[in-house]
């Protein structure tokens, strides 16, 4: 008998961890399995009470735990997978009780059991993370690490506003605060106040019961909370309506209907009317407006807005009255879209004090970092920042990084354009280097230049002589790499099929495009293979890496293996030759294709470091830190 919750055959086959041709399998072979109860002739719907029996009686259903059981009946329910964790979250909160004639009420057995091991708040926030998990391109969420960021950049404040609150990432951490206790609107305890607005109405009733859980303001009454259904731009607030002491927002970007027609004569517009393009321009003065003097707005926004043309009037009055603070570059994948490096806009409604803003601070956490280094840890950079803000908002001097943050005069940025992108104004990380530092640079370069030397003398092993020649290998008799795998002397794993880490020893080369092997080092395994790359693991007892590596590059070998059906060659790996020699002649051959790559790296390095001293000594020269004598 039905008990009204449904799935679909893609959902029975994740009950069941198979693929969905195992369950069409079932519907044929076994006349028991049930039958659908709605849905269409193309994709039938079936009793969800009805499967898991089915599945259960034939061994097929392992016990879920809590939090899937609640997810399953709460995607299955009738009124859908959002209204259902409305009713979840209200029953959760204590704000009603699910009974049995409730849509959500299949959910209550394991959702009271869940809460009773996790606690009400902790259990809605893992129902609520699979719902936005199972609505990926639905919802725009702001990450944890970066809203945290924000509410300890936004600083002390005993009531806060997040005016396009989403489902309340913003306002949950300013409720919460930091771990360490330090800073945040809520840094000597929870606010007084939560508000926010936002045009989604089941988005707006997710985050209000997000909060009320995570601040026990049903229970203990200690902190307000109200978030309403309303369009923040087009609708104007009260009279009566509170000024607050922060504001929070991740607000939409780039929108076009944003009311800046019927909203031309706004008050709000203290600092311009934005362009119809500049909708985050409004949501910047927005915040402004809603602030009570002295009170502090971080606005996370792309970096577009910096810098538009269309945006410099308005711009230029942020700065020319105090408004705006500081403009701080986040690594990319702060937030959506992670590709881009966002920023975070800093402001504080003016309040009358004499210079209060006469420098903006700029910080790029972006990072120009060397190709392939790894960016540093989320946790410094937000540490960084927060500490280079704190300094700057006491009052104190900031010193100068270059490549990384200054505080700027304002006048100095009210140019024509008024960008105020931090890249465009902060001296590049090599730029203002000292003599010493440019004498670190000359001697490295020095050291790497004397090698290059040492691995070209007539009597290094790694380089012939003009007296003398190697052997040619044409002769030889050889073997395929198909061969040697059969074999067992190398494995051959391909990117496209298997998921595979390197391991020191292994030889990986490409296998389209530009490229040579190369030999994995000691320490630097680990990594996963990507396209696209080959790799092949010798037998160390049967082959020497540095032989495989070294043969594998000869230019007649790579031609006789490559494939010129399409616009790039595409190399076939299992058709690359090997000279069948014993071990001790392999390892005369390795050692010097070993040193044949030492050689290339070193020249490669010499490159490196002569771009590096050269320009050096042009920006040294230019900014007076290196004499011309």
Request: charged share 25%; with cysteine; net charge negative.
């Amino acid at each position: 008998m039905s008990d009204g919750a449904e799935v679909t055959a893609a959902a029975i086959a994740r009950l069941a961890g198979v693929g969905r041709a195992a369950v069409s399998n079932w519907r044929r072979r076994y006349t028991d399995f049930p039958r659908p109860v709605g849905g269409t002739e193309t994709s039938p719907a079936f009793s969800l009470a009805d499967v898991e029996s089915w599945l259960r009686d034939h061994g097929r259903l392992a016990e879920a735990p809590l939090r899937e059981q609640v997810r399953r009946r709460l995607e299955s329910a009738p009124e859908g997978h959002g209204p259902a964790l409305v009713r979840a979250g209200e029953h959760l909160a204590g704000l009603r009780e699910l009974l049995n004639t409730d849509p959500a009420a299949e959910a209550r057995g394991a959702l009271d059991r869940m809460m009773r091991e996790t606690g009400p708040a902790a259990a809605f926030e893992q129902l609520l993370a699979d719902y936005f998990e199972a609505n990926p391109r639905q919802y725009t969420l702001t990450p944890e690490p970066t809203a945290a960021l924000m509410a300890r950049l936004a600083g002390p404040g005993e009531s806060v506003l997040d005016p396009a609150c989403g489902s309340a990432e913003l306002l949950a951490a300013a409720a919460t605060g930091p771990a360490d206790g330090s800073g945040g609107p809520g840094a000597s305890g929870p606010p007084a106040a939560l508000y926010g607005q936002e045009t989604d109405p089941l988005l707006a009733r997710l985050a209000a019961l997000r909060l009320t859980l995570r601040t026990g303001s049903a229970a203990a009454g200690r902190c307000a909370v109200d978030v309403r259904t309303e369009d923040a731009l087009r609708t104007e607030p009260p009279a009566d309506a509170p000024l607050v002491a922060a504001v929070l927002c991740h607000p939409p970007y780039n929108e076009r209907n944003w009311g800046h027609d019927e909203l031309a004569y706004d008050p709000r517009w203290a600092y311009g009317l934005p362009a119809r393009t500049e909708s985050e321009l409004a949501w910047v003065q927005h915040a402004l407006a809603r602030l009570r003097p002295g009170g502090t707005a971080v606005l996370l926004l792309p970096p577009a807005v910096a810098a538009r043309r269309t945006g410099r009037r308005v711009r230029a009055a942020l700065l020319r009255k105090g408004a705006l603070r500081a403009l701080l570059a986040l690594p990319p994948g702060a937030a959506a879209p992670h590709s881009l490096p966002l920023h975070l806009w800093v402001l504080r409604k003016p309040d009358g004090a004499a210079d209060a803003a006469s420098r903006l601070l700029l910080m790029d956490a972006s990072g120009s970092r060397a190709e392939g280094a790894e960016p540093p840890p989320w946790e410094r950079t937000a540490a960084d920042m927060l500490a280079v803000w704190r300094a700057h908002d006491a009052g104190e001097t900031v010193p100068e990084q270059p490549g990384v943050c200054a505080t700027l005069p304002v006048i100095d940025l009210l140019d024509e354009e008024v960008d105020l992108s931090p890249a465009r104004h902060l001296l590049p990380s090599g730029t203002g280097a000292d003599a010493a530092a440019l004498a670190s640079v000359r001697a490295e370069l020095e050291r790497t230049l004397r090698r290059t030397l040492d691995l070209t003398a007539a009597d290094d092993p790694g380089l012939p002589d003009r007296r003398s020649a190697a052997p040619g290998s044409a002769a030889l008799p050889e073997a395929t790499v198909g061969e040697l795998a059969r074999t067992g002397a190398l494995e051959v794993h391909l990117a496209t099929a298997d998921a595979v880490t390197t391991a020191p020893g292994d030889v990986v080369i490409p296998v389209q495009g530009r490229g040579a092997a190369y030999v994995v080092a000691e320490g630097e395994g680990g990594a996963r293979l990507g396209k696209p790359l080959c790799l092949l693991r010798p037998d160390p007892a049967a082959l020497d890496a540095w032989f495989v590596a070294g043969f594998l590059r000869s230019t007649a070998n790579t031609r006789q293996a490559s494939s010129y059906a399409s616009s790039s060659s595409r190399i076939d790996v299992r058709r690359l030759r090997l000279p069948r020699l014993p071990l001790e002649r392999q390892r005369a051959y390795g050692e010097r294709f070993r040193l044949l790559a030492e050689f290339e790296a070193a020249l490669r390095r010499v490159g490196e470091l002569g771009e590096e001293f050269v320009q050096g000594m042009f920006d040294g020269l230019a900014d007076g830190t290196v004499p011309p004598a």
